[in-house]
């Protein structure tokens, strides 16, 4: 059975070749992503001098994603924004003061999250074509597709500022999830080479005025 590393047609998951769709967050300025991970949690039982385990629920981990903290569009600016139409507002007054998160608006607020791998092809409308070998790393072709389910933003952690450094500032986001789906056929691109995966069309919610609270999402 030939294997990639001896055969050049084969060829793994590559680390770099990935795309994180978050509505509002233009995909090339997220630099890095974790893939969701699960956990079977363990109940035990005791007899004697043994231990019995029994599988018990499965939890998914939070995910996090690094994004360059952009100027134009402001990237501090649009997850300010999310916040607001996730619910929360600034205690500027009693009344404004009662107002809070919920899981509907926070969902929606963010929209739809979606992490997928492709091939050497790029998307479906990179101009790769499908190549000289029929099926192999054709544009479009997916290799692995991840669905994110009522995902919401748990943390945002702004870069630290040095006058030592030159870097690029960044914002990294952390999402929490119900739960994430592995190349479903009902939400996964018929035949792994339709998808043309687009720098999102906008946020998921009305933006406002810089500095201003947009409308609730629930």
């Known amino acids: 059975m030939a294997q990639f590393w001896n055969n050049s047609i084969l060829e793994p998951?590559?680390?770099?070749?990935?795309?994180?769709?978050?509505?509002?967050?233009?995909?090339?300025?997220?630099?890095?992503?974790?893939?969701?991970?699960?956990?079977?949690?363990?109940?035990?039982?005791k007899y004697i001098n043994h231990t019995f385990y029994f599988p018990g629920r499965v939890t998914y981990n939070e995910i996090d994603f690094t994004i360059v903290d952009s100027a134009d569009p402001d990237a501090?600016?649009?997850?300010?924004?999310?916040?607001?139409?996730?619910?929360?507002r600034l205690p500027?007054?009693?009344?404004?003061?009662?107002?809070?998160?919920?899981?509907?608006?926070?969902?929606?607020?963010?929209?739809?999250?979606?992490?997928?791998?492709?091939?050497?092809?790029?998307?479906?409308?990179?101009?790769?074509?499908d190549g000289d070998v029929a099926n192999n790393q054709a544009a479009g072709t997916l290799v692995e597709q991840w669905n994110l389910h009522n995902a919401w933003v748990k943390d945002i952690s702004f870069s630290e500022l040095d006058y030592e450094g030159d870097d690029l500032t960044e914002i990294t986001v952390k999402l929490r999830y119900d739960y994430a789906e592995l190349n479903n056929g009902t939400n996964f691109p018929s035949g792994f080479?339709?998808?043309?995966?687009?720098?999102p069309a906008g946020t998921s919610y009305t933006p406002a005025a810089v500095g201003g609270d947009p409308d609730r999402k629930d």
């Open 193 to 199: 080479g339709s998808l043309d995966v687009a720098q």
């Open 13 to 45: 998951k590559r680390k770099f070749r990935w795309l994180l769709q978050v509505n509002g967050i233009p995909y090339w300025t997220i630099k890095k992503v974790q893939r969701p991970q699960y956990t079977v949690g363990e109940a035990e039982h």
């Open 76 to 88: 501090a600016e649009t997850l300010r924004q999310l916040l607001g139409a996730s619910g929360y």
């Open 92 to 129: 500027k007054s009693e009344d404004i003061a009662t107002q809070s998160i919920t899981k509907h608006a926070a969902v929606r607020a963010l929209g739809t999250v979606q992490l997928v791998m492709m091939t050497g092809g790029g998307n479906s409308s990179s101009g790769g074509g």
